[in-house]
C-alpha cells in the first residue's frame, strides 16, 4: 500500500500536467485543411461544389476584429454551400457580388466572415491566419453533398474553443415556396 501513493499522486499530477498543456493559456490552433487537401474528391459529381479561396484576412471594423474568406464557387447539381461554426458566441455573416463585366461572363465574389471572440490569444491568431491563407488560397477542392471539411481550430481562453468548417448540401426548394 505504501507504494501506491506516491504512484497515484505521480498519475495525478501527471494528468494535471497533461491537462495544462492541453487547455492551458498557450494552447495552439489549427489548420485543419492539411488533413483532407491532398486527399481524393469524394465519388457525388452529380452535386458537389468545387471551392476555390482566394483571400483570407484579418479585418478590423467597429472595434472588433474578424476573420474574412473570399472564394469562388463552381456549383454543379442544385447543391448549396454551408459554413459550419462549433463553439458558443460565435457571429457570422456572408456577403455576395456578381458582376457582370462588358462581354463577359458573370463573375460572383463571396466572402464568409467571422468576428475572433475577444478571449483568443491576437497573435496565435495573426500566425492560424497565415497559414490557412498560405494552405487554402489559389487551391480548389470539391466537397459532395452532404460532406463538409474542416478548416480551422481556435481554441478560447482555458477551455472554449471555435472551429470552422465547409460543406455542401442539398438546396431547400421549401423555403422559396
Same mark, same amino acid.
Given at each position: 500500500?505504501?507504494? %501506491?501513493?506516491?504512484?497515484?499522486? &505521480?498519475?495525478?499530477?501527471? &494528468? ?12 495552439? $490552433? ?10 481524393? !474528391? ?7 461544389? =468545387? +471551392?476555390? +479561396?482566394?483571400?483570407?484576412?484579418? =479585418?478590423? *471594423?467597429? $472595434? ?21 461554426? $462549433?463553439? %458558443?458566441?460565435?457571429?457570422? =455573416?456572408?456577403? $455576395?457580388?456578381?458582376?457582370?463585366? *462588358?462581354? %463577359?461572363?458573370?463573375?460572383? =465574389? ?15 491568431? !495573426? ?26 481550430? +481556435? ?9 470552422? !468548417? ?12
Amino acid at each position: 500500500m505504501l507504494h %501506491s501513493a506516491p504512484r497515484n499522486t &505521480w498519475r495525478r499530477n501527471n &494528468w494535471r500536467a497533461r491537462q495544462t498543456s492541453i487547455i492551458g493559456p498557450d494552447r495552439r $490552433g489549427e489548420v485543419l485543411a492539411y488533413q483532407w487537401l491532398k486527399s481524393a !474528391a469524394g465519388t457525388n459529381t452529380t452535386n458537389s461544389i =468545387r +471551392f476555390t +479561396f482566394t483571400n483570407v484576412e484579418l =479585418r478590423q *471594423e467597429d $472595434g472588433h476584429e474578424w476573420m474574412a474568406m473570399d472564394y469562388a464557387t463552381d456549383v454543379h447539381g442544385d447543391c448549396e454551400e454551408v459554413f459550419r461554426m $462549433g463553439g %458558443s458566441d460565435v457571429v457570422t =455573416r456572408k456577403h $455576395g457580388l456578381q458582376i457582370t463585366p *462588358e462581354g %463577359s461572363p458573370p463573375v460572383v =465574389r463571396q466572402r464568409f466572415e467571422w468576428r475572433i471572440p475577444g478571449k483568443i490569444n491576437r497573435a496565435m491568431v !495573426a500566425d492560424l491566419t497565415k497559414e490557412f491563407a498560405k494552405a487554402l488560397v489559389g487551391k480548389s477542392f470539391v466537397v459532395p453533398e452532404g460532406e463538409q471539411r474542416p478548416l480551422l481550430h +481556435f481554441p478560447i481562453g482555458t477551455t472554449g474553443h471555435v472551429s470552422v !468548417a465547409i460543406g455542401a448540401r442539398l438546396r431547400d426548394r421549401s423555403v422559396n415556396k
